[in-house]
């Protein structure tokens, strides 16, 4: 099965980002930028967010781990691609917001969690798909370890300054393949694998 790629296109120009976004920062929504949400935290340009969501190839049967709840724009596009979405936020008024947003939105298929992501959702593990929104410093050998045989996971990797978005992949032998996609600005994944 792959990922369906008009449907992903279609939903994506349909949704409307200054509805994930605070007061004065809905005015510059439709710009691809990335934006504050509060707390330290962004939401980023939505290409980028397409791009990560085409490179982790979410399917109708996916069961997805979400790193970063933050505005809750990701999860959306998740939680449309896939059978169900874990997503796990660090600072639970974000995590809050974006779940009253989503459920707003009519979807029924997130479960939630406030909680250190870096150490990912054991409890519902193995996930096809793994979407990391913060950046580590290195990969996180949990959700290596919660990454099924076959998946698939996407996280930004370095430094404070830049990053490399790395796709991750598990072959059938279980071996981890690393690709290199591009560099990119994130904030940090809080926990273990950041950058202190």
């Known amino acids: 099965m792959a990922m369906d790629r008009q449907k992903l296109e279609t939903f994506f120009l349909s949704l409307d980002r200054s509805f994930f976004v605070e007061n004065d920062m809905k005015k510059y929504a439709s710009m691809n930028m990335p ?3 509060g707390f330290g935290q962004t939401i980023s340009q939505p290409s980028l967010v397409l791009e990560m969501t085409r490179l982790l190839e979410p399917e109708s049967d996916s ?3 979400e790193i970063g709840t933050g505005s809750g724009f ?3 596009l998740l939680a449309k691609m896939s059978a169900k979405v874990y997503t796990v936020e660090l600072i639970d008024k974000l995590a809050e917001k974006a779940k009253k947003r989503l459920e707003t939105l009519g979807f029924s298929n997130i479960c939630y969690k ?3 992501g870096s150490s990912g959702w054991q409890e519902y593990a193995p996930y096809d798909r793994i979407m990391v929104t913060a950046a580590a410093g290195l990969l996180p050998d949990e959700l290596v370890n919660q990454l099924a045989i076959g998946g698939r996971m996407v996280i930004p990797i370095g430094s404070p300054n ?5 796709l991750i992949t598990k072959t059938d032998h279980g071996e981890i393949n690393m690709d290199k996609v591009e560099l990119v600005r994130f904030v940090e994944l809080k ?6």
């Not at 830049?162 to 790395?166: E, F, R």
């Open 35 to 37: 934006l504050p949400i």
């Open 63 to 65: 069961k997805v781990l």
């Open 74 to 76: 990701q999860t959306a």
């Open 114 to 116: 406030i909680g250190d």
């Open 162 to 166: 830049m990053q490399v978005l790395t």
């Open 191 to 196: 926990g273990r694998y950041g950058w202190e």
